[in-house]
């Protein structure tokens, strides 16, 4: 079974903090996506991922596939940025599995 | 704006009533991804279309069910609501029938079940 695991379940920074949010899969996947959701509860989709990273504007992801691992990046934090952020992974023709969501919380 | 388009945004209802959601695609996307996000479940994959055929199906319960129309456009219906069925209902569209497209999310339809 495909489980996907993300850290830490909440984060507090101070604005201008480089931040750092983790997710680990167990299984072999052929993409991974990272998730923003706005407490409104839109969601919007950040990055899809399969290899090496990504980078738009201040975040940035990045994916080891040997390590079953994802980090995503936010560098120079703003309180716009208070959301929660949520990793899926896609493996074979399975459905994507998502991970709990991390709530970060930017305070100015 | 994602181009996926949900109604109705909230609907109130009472137990044992039925319902549908309804979900247009962005414009050229052929795949319709169903989720249901619960307080205390999270995200979870209901059922998947693609170009009208259904091409996965997840943790959908038998009261639920879900079609996509020649147009594109995909309903999900829920019938026989228990309070437990209260929560965000996300569908979302990608080019693809696999998983690996870009996803594109509507703006979720918030179902209260009283």
């Known amino acids: 079974k495909n489980e996907v695991e993300q850290s830490p379940q909440n984060l507090t920074a101070q604005e201008g903090e480089f931040i750092t949010i983790n997710c680990s899969y167990s299984v072999g996947i052929s993409a991974l996506h990272w998730l923003q959701q706005h407490p409104g509860g839109g969601i919007v989709s950040l990055f899809m991922?399969?290899?090496g990273k990504k980078k738009h504007g201040r975040l940035i992801a990045t994916i080891n596939i040997q390590e079953k691992h994802s980090s995503l990046h936010i560098t120079a934090s703003h309180p716009r940025d208070s959301a929660v952020y949520i990793c899926a992974v896609v493996a074979g023709n399975t459905p994507l599995v998502f991970g709990k969501g991390t709530r970060l919380s930017v305070i100015a | 704006d994602s181009g996926v388009t949900q109604t109705p945004k909230h609907l109130i209802t009472a137990t044992g009533q039925r319902v549908t959601l309804r979900c247009s695609p962005r414009s050229g996307d052929l795949s319709v991804y169903w989720y249901q996000q619960s307080l205390d479940q999270g995200l979870q994959f209901l059922i998947q279309y693609y170009n009208g055929e259904e091409r996965a199906k997840g943790n959908i319960l038998e009261r639920f069910s879900a079609q996509q129309f020649p147009d594109l456009h995909s309903e999900l219906n829920l019938s026989s609501l228990e309070l437990g069925d209260s929560a965000l209902y996300f569908c979302?569209?990608?080019?693809?029938?696999?998983?690996?497209?870009?996803?594109?999310f509507g703006e979720g339809s918030r179902l209260t079940v009283l």
């Open positions: 991922l399969s290899s």
């Open positions: 979302a569209s990608t080019m693809t029938g696999g998983g690996t497209g870009e996803l594109f």
